[in-house]
């Protein structure tokens, strides 16, 4: 059985840092480009970060870019999402999503789906 399993979240003051792991059970993620998306409430489920399984291409949305870094140990079958310099607007569920090899901005294309880890930022 194919499973994500997010870790790591937790409540943080503003400029501090949080680092989310997802766990890969049941499969390797060698063939697989990993996402990472969240959702705040009353809005829509966001692409945050995505690392393609080929040459580890990263990809970053412009609200995340020069504070968080996505990272993939493909022999732990984990891949990272160092969150640093966090902003209360940051605060949202955080998923990690699987789809095979290339990452792609839409969340329809990822097959495999974790439950979701809360993060929020506030002082």
């Known amino acids: 059985q194919l499973q994500l399993v997010e870790s790591g979240g937790g409540l943080v003051q503003p400029g501090g840092s949080l680092r989310l792991s997802c766990a890969a059970f049941g499969f390797t993620l060698d063939y697989y480009a990993i ?4 959702q705040a409430p009353g809005k829509e489920r966001e692409g945050v970060s995505c690392i393609s399984t080929s040459d580890g291409t990263t990809y970053y949305a412009d609200s995340v870019k020069g504070r968080f870094t996505i990272s993939r140990d493909n022999a732990k079958k984990t891949v990272y999402l160092q969150m640093n310099s966090l ?14 090899y290339y990452c792609s901005g839409r969340r329809d294309d990822f097959n495999y789906w974790g439950q979701g880890a809360q993060v929020t930022v506030s002082s």
């Open 35 to 38: 996402g990472w998306f969240r």
């Open 87 to 100: 902003k209360p607007e940051d605060t949202a569920v955080y998923y990690c999503a699987a789809k095979g």
